[in-house]
């Protein structure tokens, strides 16, 4: 191993030395480096179980040293390392605010993973010790910028849920101007595309919004993820606005008064969405106050170091504000805005709202709390959504001169881009700001990338983006080092349980897999599972019907009722329900098969069936009341055929649609 110690890196301490017995027993230690703000806590197995490696999770965000302690069920990390054979280890990422952003993306990883090593042979004797790290979302940019620009610290990484380098903001506006532009039809888009659906998503929009759903589907949003609409809001973009703002300032103003932007087109719909609205705040309403009101306000710390919630920072405290109610309601509601004080303690601050809803606005968890902590009832306030609304068609005036041809519809015949582009690029310098460099697909060692086909945050084409510059690299050698596995029907966050468990699978399984194949393959030079063979094709990833063309390491699942995707029956007669999964080459077998015959996402169903790479089962049921349900049917694979195993279970589902009458 080739480990040069980094310079600013040369103090270690270990200051606790423990025995825990929760989640699991193992031997805790924590420690940093005196050089500086870095922290780093190291969970070793009992001796017995130890196999000489460590896998360690890089979070999106610089965070807590201690963020998986409290993690259960298939998301805790502990528990899984271990049970792997693996010491775990997470850090800090530097602190809150490290200064050298290749200290927060991939420098104070490093050093702490080196360090870990020296603990281990301390701990056990000199051995050989293989080290993976693994990381989503901005985490995903940390571990790559770790494998691309360190030597012999990492064997293997396992990127999931990757961006590329002209993500951000870009993959954010694109959203959000169709969010604005088809928020009363995103319900006909979603029934289109469901089973039995008319399979038609532009049937009945007008010319607007035939054109901004073209768009965002052609940028790389998956169209069946639509289904999340009233829940996804703007994710990250809040974490991201003060960036472009700071960036490119002049684009709020050019956008609303110079030829070639939306806003100067009189006849767009952003001029009768734009809200510039005067009002006191008549009441602070604290999370206790919220909750009581329903109002949705999130809770970071239920996912520890998650890709989901890692940029929302800490917990909101029950007593804090996070929303205020204005003297004077809002004429019409607007997703994120900014409210300026005119009046009171906090004059000339401004906050940005995540929501406005009538005589409510949500605070955003990004706002500097001493602005909101100085806010008063009967302070006066301005409310402006006019950078947002600009900010939704940033993505038209970034387009990158090659490489990325999801922009090629805002070029002109002979590749020169039409609408009027800013100075520079921001994606590249977000990704620069998320781990420290800018992706190259240039790194030593091995890789397995996962991604997912209904990612609504990271479009699913950036992954095989990477591949593709992997391969410039790698050239013929690329399936000696690299594997990218697509996981269908799953979202961007790591959470065991999904939002709506009749429409998205967990994708942890296929990290923890990839985790222990990516170990086999360093460690015994056994090959992991094939990449996902696709086509990626107008910023949409399609992938063959199959199991064994698609390959990867998911189940295919294929659901009939009555042989076909939608029935109309009457209640009390009988439907045939065929479901068919099957796993791809050397993925394992088949060792569950459940239903969701109601559709409430909680599968009380389940079917006796014997491991097997392919399983056909067939149910026949009558439903007792009229309304239309989506049953839906999920299939779980595991490598060795363990019906019993948490970390490692894979899932897919498919679902059909019966319409019941009296």
């Known amino acids: 191993m080739n480990e040069t110690q980094d310079r600013d890196f040369r103090e270690p301490y270990t200051d606790v030395d423990e025995w825990r017995d929760t989640p699991v027993r193992h031997r805790y230690l924590h420690g940093g480096f005196l050089d500086n703000g870095t922290r780093f806590s190291l969970c070793f197995p009992p001796d017995d179980a130890y196999r000489g490696r460590f896998f360690q999770h890089i979070t999106p965000v610089p965070g807590s040293e201690n963020q998986a302690q409290d993690a259960r069920g298939q998301e805790d990390r502990i528990s899984f390392a271990l049970s792997s054979g693996a010491y775990f280890l997470e850090t800090n990422g530097g602190g809150a605010d490290p200064g050298d952003p290749t200290i927060g993306g991939f420098r104070a990883n490093a050093a702490a993973a080196r360090n870990s090593r020296v603990i281990a042979q301390r701990i056990h004797g000199p051995h050989r010790v293989y080290g993976y790290a693994y990381g989503g979302s901005g985490g995903g940019y940390r571990t790559i910028a770790g494998a691309e620009n360190t030597e012999g610290v990492w064997d293997g990484v396992v990127p999931y849920v990757i961006g590329s380098p002209m993500a951000i903001p870009n993959v954010f506006s694109v959203r959000m101007h169709a969010q604005r532009v088809l928020r009363h039809r995103l319900d006909q888009i979603v029934d289109a595309l469901e089973p039995g659906g008319s399979g038609d998503p532009y049937e009945g929009l007008d010319a607007e919004e035939r054109a901004a759903l073209a768009e965002v589907t052609a940028m790389g949003f998956p169209p069946r993820a639509w289904f999340g609409h009233r829940t996804m809001g703007m994710h990250a973009f809040t974490a991201l606005y003060g960036g472009m703002r700071l960036l490119d300032p002049g684009y709020f103003e050019d956008f609303w008064t110079l030829p070639g932007y939306l806003g100067a087109d009189p006849g767009a719909s952003v001029h009768r969405d734009r809200l510039r609205h005067g009002s006191e705040i008549s009441a602070l309403i604290t999370a206790r106050e919220a909750a009581r009101l329903g109002l949705g306000v999130p809770h970071p710390a239920d996912a520890p170091g998650g890709v989901d919630h890692a940029f929302r920072g800490p917990r909101t405290d029950e007593d804090s504000v996070v929303a205020l109610r204005l003297a004077m309601p809002v004429p019409r509601d607007a997703q994120g805005a900014e409210l300026t004080v005119r009046t009171g303690q906090a004059q000339g601050r401004a906050l940005v709202l995540r929501d406005v809803r009538g005589d409510l606005v949500l605070l955003d968890e990004q706002n ?50 039409v609408p009027p582009q800013r100075p520079q690029l921001l994606g590249p310098l977000f990704s620069l700001g998320a781990g420290g460099s800018v992706q190259t697909g240039k790194f030593g060692g091995k890789m397995i990338v996962v991604a997912c086909l209904l990612d609504r945050e990271a479009f699913p084409w950036q992954a095989d983006w990477y591949r593709s510059a992997v391969r410039q690299h790698l050239g013929d050698a690329t399936d000696e080092h690299f594997r990218l596995w697509y996981v269908d029907n799953a979202l961007h966050g790591d959470r065991e349980i999904q939002e709506d468990p009749t429409r998205s699978v967990s994708y942890l399984g296929v990290v923890h897999q990839a985790l222990r194949d990516l170990s086999a393959w360093v460690e015994r030079g056994t090959p992991p599972a094939a990449s996902t063979d696709c086509v990626v094709t107008d910023g949409q990833v399609a992938v063959p019907p199959s199991a064994a063309a698609r390959r990867g390491v998911q189940p295919v699942v294929r659901l009939t009722v009555d042989g076909t995707d939608r029935v109309d029956v009457r209640t009390g007669e009988q439907v045939t329900l065929c479901a068919v999964g099957e796993v791809p080459p050397g993925a394992g077998q088949v060792v569950s098969v459940q239903w969701d015959l109601e559709g409430d996402g909680t599968y009380p169903v389940t079917e006796g069936v014997a491991p097997a790479e392919r399983v056909r089962v067939e149910r026949r049921h009558a439903f007792s009341s009229p309304g239309t349900r989506c049953v839906t049917v999920r299939v779980r694979c595991e490598r060795d055929g363990d019906v019993t195993a948490l970390f490692t279970r894979v899932d897919n589902i498919a679902r059909v649609r019966v319409v019941v009458a009296r």
């Not at 409310?383 to 387009?399: C, E, G, K, M, W």
Request: aromatic residues 10%.
């Open 368 to 417: 500097d709390p001493a602005t909101i902590a100085a806010l008063r009832p009967g302070d006066a306030v301005d409310i402006d959504n006019s950078p947002f609304l600009a900010a939704q068609t940033y993505h038209r005036h970034q387009v990158p001169p090659e490489g990325f041809p999801v922009w090629d519809r805002f070029r002109d015949e002979e590749g020169k881009p």
